[in-house]
Structures are given as structure tokens and as C-alpha cells.
């Protein structure tokens, strides 16, 4: 019984996934908090000092996080990003944008 109870729970919590990418779990859970925290610049810039580059460039963000666009925010630093456009290129379409919805939305 409870292993039925289980196997409902995880058909559920798939179900719910496809529905609607989590962008703040996504951002958890690839390891970008690693380097980018709320509001301070660690080894990464902030969420908000990025949120605020890409101000209503959410277009552009998408790209970036693509593989098809150019760093704005700190591109000195450009190396250190770079491996993990590995990560987000791999995503669906769905979970960029969700992920890019989280990321604007520290402004
Ligand atoms: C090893 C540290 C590290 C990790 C892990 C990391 N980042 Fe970064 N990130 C950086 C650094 C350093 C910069 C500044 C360089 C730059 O602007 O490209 C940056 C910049 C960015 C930018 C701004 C790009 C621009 O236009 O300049 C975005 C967006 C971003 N990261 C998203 C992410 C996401 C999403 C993840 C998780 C998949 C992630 N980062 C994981 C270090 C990291």
C-alpha cells in the first residue's frame, strides 16, 4: 500500500513538472547558487545586479542562457560562466524561460 502511495506521489510530482518549470528549483538545482547569490556578488554577480543588466531584455537573457549571446554583466569574468551555458543549453525551452523568469525577477 504504501509503495502504491509512493508511485501515485511521484506520477503526480512528474505531471506537475511539465506543467510548470520551477525556476527558482531549477537555479537550486544545477548548482548556480554555487556562484550567484540574492543580492551579494560572490565569485558570481548577484541575481539583482544581473536582474538589473537584463532588464527587460528578457529576450537576450534567454540567448545568453542559450549559448547564443554575449555576457553583459561582467564579461572579465566571462571564463568562469562559461562551462556552465553547458547546463542551461541543455534545458527545454520551458525551464530556460521559467529560469530566466526567476533570475528577473531579483531586480
Ligand atoms: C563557478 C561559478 C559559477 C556558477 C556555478 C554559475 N555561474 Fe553564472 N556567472 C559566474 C560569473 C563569474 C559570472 C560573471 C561573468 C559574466 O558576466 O559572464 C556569471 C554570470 C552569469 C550571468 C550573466 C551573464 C552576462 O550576460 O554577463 C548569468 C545570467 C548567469 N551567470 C547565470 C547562471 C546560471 C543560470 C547558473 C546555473 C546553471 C550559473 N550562472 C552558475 C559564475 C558562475
Given at each position: 500500500m504504501k509503495k502504491l502511495a509512493l508511485?501515485?506521489?511521484s506520477v503526480v510530482a512528474v505531471v506537475s513538472?511539465?506543467?510548470?518549470?520551477?525556476g527558482k528549483a531549477i537555479f537550486q538545482s544545477k548548482g548556480c547558487t554555487a556562484c550567484h547569490q540574492p543580492a551579494a556578488d560572490t565569485v558570481g554577480?548577484?541575481?539583482?545586479?544581473?536582474a538589473t543588466t537584463y532588464?527587460?531584455?528578457?529576450a537576450d537573457l534567454i540567448k545568453?542562457?542559450?549559448?547564443?549571446?554575449?555576457?553583459?554583466?561582467?564579461?572579465?569574468?566571462?571564463a568562469i560562466m562559461?562551462?556552465?551555458i553547458y547546463t542551461t543549453k541543455a534545458l527545454k525551452d520551458d525551464e530556460?524561460?521559467?529560469l530566466s523568469?526567476?533570475?528577473?525577477?531579483?531586480?
Open positions: 508511485s501515485v506521489l513538472a511539465s506543467f510548470a518549470a520551477d554577480p548577484s541575481l539583482k545586479k544581473i532588464a527587460g531584455k528578457e545568453y542562457l542559450k549559448g547564443e549571446g554575449k555576457a553583459i554583466v561582467d564579461p572579465a569574468k566571462e562559461k562551462p556552465q530556460r524561460k521559467a523568469e526567476f533570475i528577473l525577477s531579483h531586480k
